[in-house]
T-cell receptor, first 113, second 112 residues
Framework: GAGVSQSPRYKVTKRGQDVALRCDPISGHVSLYWYRQALGQGPEFLTYFNYEAQQDKSGLPNDRFSAERPEGSISTLTIQRTEQRDSAMYRC???????????FGQGTRLTVV | KNEVEQSPQNLTAQEGEFITINCSYSVGISALHWLQQHPGGGIVSLFMLSSGKKKHGRLIATINIQEKHSSLHITASHPRDSAVYICAVTPRVGGSQGNLIFGKGTKLSVKP
């Protein structure tokens, strides 16, 4: 696509439910990144992929968070048993390869009630 | 201590003023990025640089690798420049955080 696309744009879920957030990167971009941004803060790294390989998941807060990119294109970030503290803007970005300019999606605003 | 520090956190300017936002970092980097986050939430890449200076319109970004410091300048500021400006670095190969380590951002408000 023309840009990085994330869906849904907004998600409200009840505590304890699982959610799946989708990122469709720019076509041909090798690297894909997930970030989380709390209100008033800069983005915080979660995980990143080169092709389908998850290179670094050190930023995932706990084992309720997981991500995959099975075919090296679309990625899904899954949060199991959501908690209120998971509420944030979840951002995806992609780049041609690591260290080149990153292009950001509009983000998914997750609210856990 | 954050690996990327920005100053100031908040900045209010009058239209037409020259604006400087500073970024200091403590890790070895392969590149530094300046990003603009619009009030609606979207993030746009302004510059990516690894040395020297880049200019795009009224925006200028400089970096001093030895001092681990970068500045973003806006000349003849305008209310439409109001946004959050975020400094981010790409750690050198072997860094632990993938693509980017972010600063907390500088919220700029330009008054007419």
């Amino acid at each position: 696509g023309a840009g990085v696309s994330q869906s849904p744009r907004y998600k409200v879920t009840k505590r304890g439910q699982d959610v799946a957030l989708r990122c469709d990167p720019i076509s041909g971009h090798v690297s894909l990144y997930w970030y989380r941004q709390a209100l008033g803060q800069g983005p915080e790294f979660l995980t990143y992929f080169n092709y389908e390989a998850q290179q670094d998941k050190s930023g995932l807060p706990n084992d309720r968070f997981s991500a995959e990119r099975p075919e090296g294109s679309i990625s899904t970030l899954t949060i199991q048993r959501t908690e209120q503290r998971d509420s944030a803007m979840y951002r995806c970005a992609s780049s041609f390869n690591r260290g080149t300019e990153a292009f950001f999606g509009q983000g998914t605003r997750l609210t856990v009630v | 201590k954050n690996e990327v520090e920005q100053s100031p956190q908040n900045l209010t300017a009058q239209e037409g003023e020259f604006i400087t936002i500073n970024c200091s970092y403590s890790v070895g980097i392969s590149a530094l990025h300046w990003l603009q986050q619009h009030p609606g939430g979207g993030i746009v890449s302004l510059f990516m640089l690894s040395s020297g200076k880049k200019k795009h319109g009224r925006l200028i970004a400089t970096i001093n690798i030895q001092e681990k410091h970068s500045s973003l300048h806006i000349t003849a500021s305008h209310p439409r420049d109001s946004a959050v400006y975020i400094c981010a670095v790409t750690p050198r190969v072997g860094g632990s955080q993938g693509n980017l380590i972010f600063g907390k951002g500088t919220k700029l408000s330009v008054k007419p």
